[in-house]
């Protein structure tokens, strides 16, 4: 080949590469990228028990909830026990809903406890708070079932509660409002497989999981329990956890961090409510700095949610 033969070759190659990369390119061959991870059809609830600054045990139920709303939360967990008729007041004006309610007594008065009145006063809170959900349109109760100490053994206290819930499963099925089991740290339940046991002795789906993020990060790692729970979590708890501040401060002092900063590991957590199908709420448990405004806390707050809910 001479010299103005291999330009000429060389020339036509040149011309021919841009065309056999676009040829040879997915878009170009009608093969699509990867499709976007869809959106979460996840919403933002917040606990109302976590106003407790003390500019806001001064203001009204619906005053609260006026700062919850404007801060972009859109429903409220409750606490049981409180004035109904204020509470549905809030509510209809605000136009938050109100997903889930929290057991008023389920530590001062467990199901555990060895004494029979005790307990009766338990399951009685346990029922008003069935019924207060009822009245709010709420899914769920959050209960934490039994507390075990050194007077309250493991085995009393599987025992006891399982039967003071079944007392109260036919009010929970008839009201058709969910009795959701907490991980809290009351020393019980402390293994996902357990968990998913104790809520499946039932044989009803009256009774399911509230999870808690970072109540379980001291010890696990929250995307293998989720996992084990798959459909019987029912409610979500968004929480942050140090291992740092816990390991040079003492334990609650690793809840003291803001979302995002901890251990909770966000990207993971929400891989595994996708791949265990959960759509719902998720629901501020959060530490929030002490004596912040609590406008610009809360705003705060719901900007971060917004976040892990994109993780």
Known sequence: MNRRSFLRSAAA???????ASAAASPAAAGASAPAARPARALRKGFMYGMLNSEAARKMSVRERFQLLRDAGFHGVEMTSALDQAEVLAARDALGLEIPSVVVATHW????????PAVRAA??????????????????????????????????????RSIAEIRKALPLAESLGVVIAIENVWNRFLLS??????????????????????????????????????????????????????RDEKGPFAGFAVELL?????????????DEVGYSGWVIAEQWRAPN????????????????????
């Open 13 to 19: 190659l040149g011309a021919a590469l841009p065309l």
């Open 108 to 115: 001062a008065k467990p199901l555990s406890d060895p004494n």
């Open 122 to 159: 338990g399951l009685a809170g346990l029922e008003q708070g069935l019924r207060d959900a009822k009245a709010y349109g709420a899914r769920s109760v959050l209960l934490v079932p039994a507390v075990v100490t050194k007077d309250v053994g493991y085995r009393e206290a599987f025992d």
């Open 192 to 245: 996902p497989l357990e968990a998913a046991a104790y809520v499946d002795s039932f044989q009803s789906p009256f009774v399911r999981w509230h999870f808690d993020v970072g109540n379980i990060v001291t010890q696990a790692w929250p995307e293998q329990w989720i996992r084990v729970l798959g459909s019987r979590i029912v409610q979500v708890h968004i929480k942050e956890f140090s291992r740092k501040l």
């Open 261 to 273: 900063q901890g251990d909770s590991d966000w990207p993971q957590t929400m891989a595994a409510l």
């Open 292 to 311: 912040a405004d609590e406008g610009a806390s809360l705003r705060r707050l719901s900007e971060l949610m917004d976040r892990v809910i994109a993780s």
